[in-house]
């Protein structure tokens, strides 16, 4: 059996060793082991099941090989075969007749083993051999384990980025509803979190072997950083995916917006994009010029509206910036709205993300093909007796019920408006509505007025940040 205290003692070991700094290094040693793991228990099942079955490793490298027996090697032995031969095998796998291998060889690219003592090393992968991934009760138990790995990435710096909460994810991957026989990409797909959630999803409506097969290659996913990549492959492989080749390791907005044609067209985009941040120069000139923006969030917006087939449907994450920026913002704004069928727009705390950013959220649902007509607004509230989401007290699934209840029943209320596209066409495409049944800043509580202002604090910051970086940009221009 699987528990916290298993994980525990792995990242007690790996403190003990000089090589290893912080939260992010330990998890990325860890996950590229058990992604290892994983790919031995899951292939020695198909050889078992599949005649002619060819690994996607060499013997000599598969984790049985070099890990699997308790008294194996260890110390500078061990060392030395991981740093000097194990990796260098990996990272020149040939492409061959297992797809696998080439999922293997880019997880390994940027892949380091940051652990200087073999000996501990030794204690670590033992630990590891205790989970048996071909045991279905395993599998589930370390899926909730991996879970809350991911949740504790948030205090590592900068790596929470990759991590959305699991209520989103699940609520539009519910709301966008995806049928088995579509494609469904996530463009920045961080650790696969609604991936995870649509397999999830499409796994209910899979009755036969051929459906199955349909789920296997309905998945597309990119991410251009090295270690939510192979967070992202391990939580496919988790997840029943055999192969995961639909996810690929690049950045999507480097490819220009014109080079993706009717083969990249897809039916569901579900995704947080990254925000709050500015593209590296010279990425804004892939999409067309009235459209440019060092804006992150933006471009990727563009990009979706792209890549979205007629009558396909997106479920997206975007911060209060895109919805009252102005500029290429509000092109950008105008293009969906006149493109596509913006019917709904939830819009959440600012401390939905807490701890990673204070930045207030909204999630934005729409379909490809009609023009908006009318935009439906609900403000999440959160729930009685919170003053805001935190570390302890996280957004929850349940959260979401009431929007569950109005999703299909709209009417208007407390929490819920309308607002025909007219008015937000001329207010010069700003979709920063406010409710106009909220109460008024001097009947509000304070604990809630408090969390409004370190949002918009955040934002102003933000702002300056990238004015900032243009700034200095210009200058060294000159």
Known sequence: MISSTLIKSIQDIMRQDQGVDGDAQRLSQLVWMIFLKILDDTERELELMTDGYQPAVPAEYRWRAWAGEEEGRTGDDLNDFVNNRLFPALRKLPGGVNPRALIVREAFEDSYNYMKSGTLLRQVINKINSIDFTVRKDRHQFNDLYEKLLKDLQSAGNAGEYYTPRALTQFIVEMVNPKLGEVVLDPACGTGGFLANTIDHLRKQVKTGDDEAVLQSSLRGTEKKQLPHLLCLTNMILHGIDAPTGIRRANTLTRPLRDYGPSDRVDVVVTNPPFGGVEEPGVEQNFPQDLRTRETADLFL?????????????????????????????????????????????????????????????????????????????????????????????????????????????????????????????????LDVKNPRRKSDEQRDPAELLEAYRAKQSEVDRIVHTLTNLLREALDAE
């Open 302 to 430: 563009v990009l979706i509206m792209r890549l979205l087939k007629q009558g396909g449907r997106a479920g997206i994450v975007l911060p209060d910036g895109t919805l009252y920026g102005e500029q290429a913002t509000s092109r950008i704004k105008e293009k969906l709205l006149s493109e596509c069928n913006l019917h709904t727009i939830v819009r959440l705390p600012g401390s939905v993300f807490a701890p990673y950013t204070p930045i207030a959220t909204n999630m934005l649902f729409f379909e490809k093909g009609e023009p908006t007509k009318e935009i439906w607004y609900y403000e999440h509230r959160l729930p009685v007796g919170a003053k805001a989401y935190n570390k302890t007290y996280p957004i929850r699934v349940e959260d979401f019920d009431a929007e569950r209840a109005w999703w299909h029943d709209r009417v208007e209320n407390e929490v819920a408006w309308r607002v025909p596209v007219e008015d937000i066409a001329g207010a010069n495409f700003n």
